[in-house]
């Protein structure tokens, strides 16, 4: 069943690929980005998606992008900022824009879909995670942080929205992606086992269409995910 889905962080990498799978779906999308150039080429290949642009580190300008949305059945927040930076140099500006975008954002974008969702009889948030926030990494404080942070956030979700049909999951990559974040902060290492973000999407309308109720408040792999949808 065609879903109303938003897309955070949908002007590249894995956020727009993303998007171009669920386009194809036949669902209707809202993408926010702060990047306005971008963020129309990814819906421009999506059947004249809705574009948001809006920067997430911004509450207020969250807060006005976030009252104006439709009726949203699925939230992706895919959003992030990933400076690799030591803590003793990390500015307590590049510090809060991260955990703003990362925790903040997923607050007030929750907020903003949860009384949608329950009147329409569920829904389902998927917040992108990642090893940070199973882990922690050197010069990665504020990302590490914001991940770990969105862990507890969607346990939490979950037990809250049983009752009501809403479904909460962290999903991790489960493979090196190659995508404009991870061209300035991986090495040939990674770079030499990285795929494709659109191999990562299936999982997402997996989530999306079939919200797994046993599977919510967990956090689930990407990689492993699409690799089942695709069988």
Not at 122 to 138: K, M, N, Q, Y
């Amino acid at each position: 069943m065609p879903r109303t889905v938003l897309v955070t962080g949908a002007a590249q990498g894995l956020g727009a690929a993303i998007a171009r799978h669920l386009a194809e779906r036949g669902d209707s999308l809202v993408l926010m980005d702060r990047n306005a150039a971008e963020l129309a080429a990814t819906a421009s290949q999506c059947n004249g998606a809705a574009q948001v642009v809006v920067d997430l580190s911004d509450a207020a300008a969250t807060a006005r992008a976030a009252a104006a949305l439709p009726a949203i059945d699925t939230l992706i927040h895919n959003a992030a900022i990933l400076r690799v930076e030591p803590i003793e140099t990390v500015s307590l500006a590049s510090f809060q824009a991260t955990m703003n975008v990362g925790i903040q954002a997923a607050f007030q974008l929750t907020q903003a879909v949860w009384p949608m969702m329950r009147a329409r009889g569920g829904g389902a948030l998927v917040f992108v995670s990642s090893r940070s926030g199973i882990e922690g990494f050197v010069d990665e404080t504020a990302y590490c942080a914001a991940k770990h942070a969105l862990e507890g956030f969607s346990k939490c979700l979950a037990m809250e929205g049983a009752p009501q049909g809403i479904v909460s999951y962290t999903i991790t990559p489960g493979m090196f992606m190659h995508t404009p974040m991870s061209e300035t902060t991986y090495g040939a290492d990674a770079r030499a086992r990285w795929v494709d973000p659109i191999r990562l999407a299936p999982a997402f309308a997996h989530l999306s269409d079939d919200r797994p109720v046993h599977l919510s408040g967990q956090r689930l792999n990407a990689w492993e995910l699409s690799q089942g949808a695709a069988a």
